[in-house]
């Protein structure tokens, strides 16, 4: 029920029914506890809901900022925790997934069988070659191979790189030879709205542009003919009928501190970033993390709608329900396909309990009316959750009062490809707003603060920043520590830098504006101007580029280029057309421009950096603010 609080915004309270059962009663004792006793907190955590191998010998090392370390000394497998121990009980016969492709194939795994998959594919991938700490870079659509790639990795201590399946050659090809894998798992092809995503294709031409990879394993999905190259392809399926691959083998016994995966993600300048997180930090922040926020009971049906691509399908598709032993749902295609229905038609056939999606999802689907979701018996839901960018408070209300049929609290939650799990978020128990992420997760410092590092008053906008270490925090960008150091940690001494503006409340309560650098988020994905630069001026149309991020109704954001014509081309609708193409075919389609504009010279510093915030201030009709380093 929606009170006012005597100001402007609404606050909606929990009932009865989720106050009883949260499995954090009181956020407030539990925060300050954890703020008081970080390490003390983690550490009981980690003795109780996981099993080591070998306990470990420091809980937090802090001696070298800002490379911490979790659980220092301690033996364990992500995996192991994650499968191993589960096949073990009678777990063994409860549903891990339950997989709809998007023309209604079904297939579901319990845990004994997620487990044998796993080890087969992990036995093949060890008679391929793959040793402890080899990367090995996946690239394929929603299907459940994609999680038994990851798993199989993570089980001997490979460490996965996953390229979101809707990336294209140039992001692939980038990504691959930064991680210098040598051996990639693909999928003939992905469907998305009834049409075949060309994985194969992608990933050849890919390969033509980096000759790292000596061993490609393919998935048949789709169906369609593919070049398979002698001695380097080879079909899944095939090899999983070999006897090699061997249900029976040992889980890899690794350091806490050992790497987990790499996962590639859109920074300020330059190239993405490899970020790199670890076996025991992380496995203790995703699964604790979930179990508090959204309440994760024995017999919930766990819907994380995200591509297990991006951080959000890594942490809380893939790790985290496995970690808790629950049941997730897990869903191919696009949200309205066939009929704007889809979701609302899996949550009710498969009786979903909570659901976790973007807000740009939300906005989408909330364009198609009410009519679609009040056709489906959507009882089943307890809670529901968003990601990705701020909810604006309409589609909050749309997805509280339709979906959630005004029964189900939101977890807005705030987090990172960086941090790995929830940072900002309430939890079931916390009186909501609509359009804030709330509070700090217990024992998470937050602060917000000016040019100068000092905190700001309420209601002021600053730096959004975290003050203290937590498990799951990234441990270094892979092979370019001072890159980690420089781009979070310089900035505010001592304090990690997250990249956005915040403001907080007289009550206490964050709301995140957006990013305050080069990064653009399109529809929740995350991606750089630089990205989307360097594949308009790979065109030999284009000399000079310049993108901007514009707000969109519903995607959040898209994206507006500037671009500087070589000598010879003219500007048309037509180059418009071939332009937006070739950004698609190097990065992906996420990234192809809405609008281009040729222009003949782009606002620049002195010193020769293309000022995008004037671009922006333009292109909003807001004041260009200061001028005073801009060329002449
Ligand atoms: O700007 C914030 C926004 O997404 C960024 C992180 O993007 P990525 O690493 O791709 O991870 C996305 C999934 C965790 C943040 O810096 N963001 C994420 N969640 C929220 C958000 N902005 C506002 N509210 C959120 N709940």
């Known amino acids: 029920m929606a009170q006012s609080n005597g100001m402007s915004d609404e606050v909606y309270y929990p009932s009865e029914q989720i106050l009883a059962q949260a499995n954090i009663a009181d956020y407030d004792a539990i925060h300050q506890s954890m703020l008081r006793d970080p390490a003390g907190c983690w550490d009981q955590i980690a003795r109780e809901e996981f099993e080591w191998f070998e306990p470990w010998k420091t809980t937090l090392d802090d001696s070298n900022p800002p490379f911490y370390q979790w659980f220092v000394g301690g033996k364990v497998n992500i995996v192991h925790n994650a499968l191993d121990r589960h096949a073990r009980t009678w777990r063994r016969n409860k549903l891990a997934l339950v997989w709809e492709g998007e ?140 006897p090699i691959a061997d249900a029976h083998i040992e889980t890899e016994v690794m350091d806490a501190e050992d790497p987990l995966f790499l996962l590639y ?184 603060v000016d040019e100068d590092g000092s905190p700001v008053g309420p209601n002021e906008e600053g730096y959004l920043v975290i003050k203290s270490p937590w498990p799951g925090m990234m441990r270094t960008i892979y092979r370019d520590a001072e890159r980690y150091v420089n781009q979070y940690w310089s900035r505010f001494p001592g304090m990690y830098m997250t990249g956005d503006s915040a403001r907080r409340d007289e009550d206490g309560y964050i709301w995140v504006i957006g990013r305050v650098d080069d990064v653009i988020k399109v529809s929740g994905y995350r991606l750089g101007t630089a990205e989307v630069e360097s594949a308009l001026v790979s065109h030999s149309a284009v000399v000079e580029a310049a993108v901007i991020g514009v707000p969109d109704e519903v995607r959040g954001n898209i994206i507006r280029a500037y671009c500087i014509l070589a000598t010879g081309y003219e500007p048309s609708a037509h180059l418009v057309e071939v332009l937006r193409d070739h950004v698609g075919h190097e990065v992906g389609p996420i990234a192809k421009p809405s609008s281009i504009e040729f222009v003949d010279s782009l606002p620049k510093t002195r010193s020769g950096k293309i000022m995008r915030r004037v671009l922006k201030a333009r292109a909003l009709g807001q004041d260009e603010g200061d001028l005073s380093t801009l060329e002449a």
């Open 265 to 448: 993600t859109s920074g300020t300048t330059g190239k993405p970033k490899a970020i790199l997180h670890t076996h025991g930090g992380y496995m203790v922040g995703v699964a604790t993390t979930l179990k508090w926020v959204f309440d994760i009971k024995e017999e919930d049906t766990w819907w994380c709608a995200a591509d297990p691509g991006w951080i959000t399908g890594h942490s809380y598709i893939v790790y985290a329900p496995l970690l808790l032993g629950t049941t997730s749902v897990i869903y191919e295609g696009a949200p309205n396909h066939p009929f704007p229905d889809r979701w609302w038609d899996i949550v009710e056939r498969h009786g979903v309990t909570v659901l976790y999606t973007a807000p740009t999802a939300i906005r989408g689907l909330m364009r198609f009316g009410d009519a679609w979701p009040n056709r489906h018996d959507l009882s089943s839901l307890r809670l529901l959750g968003s990601v990705g960018e701020p909810i604006n408070p309409e589609a909050w209300r749309w997805y509280h009062r339709v979906i959630g049929q005004g029964r189900c609290p939101i977890m807005d939650t705030w987090w990172q490809t960086e941090t790995a799990h929830f940072m900002i978020t309430p939890l079931p128990v916390t009186p909501l707003k609509p359009g804030s992420a709330t509070k700090p997760f217990p024992g998470v410092q937050i602060d917000i």
């Open 103 to 242: 023309n209604y194939d079904q297939r579901s795994y319990s845990y004994q069988q997620l487990h044998r998959e796993v080890s087969r594919f992990a036995s093949v991938l060890r008679a391929m070659g793959v040793r402890k700490g080899d990367r090995v870079t996946i690239y394929m659509g929603r299907i459940p191979e994609l999680i038994i790639a990851m798993l199989a990795c993570a089980k001997i201590g490979a460490v996965h790189s996953v390229v979101y399946g809707g990336f294209s050659v140039e992001a692939l090809h980038e990504r691959i030879e930064d991680s210098e894998s040598r051996v990639a798992i693909t999928s003939d092809g992905a469907w998305l709205r009834g049409n075949v995503v060309p994985l194969k294709d992608i990933m050849d031409e890919a390969l033509q542009r980096a000759p790292t990879i000596q061993t490609l394993i393919v998935v048949k999905r789709t169906g369609q003919d593919v070049h398979m190259e002698p001695g380097r392809d080879f079909w899944y399926h095939d090899l999983m009928n070999l």
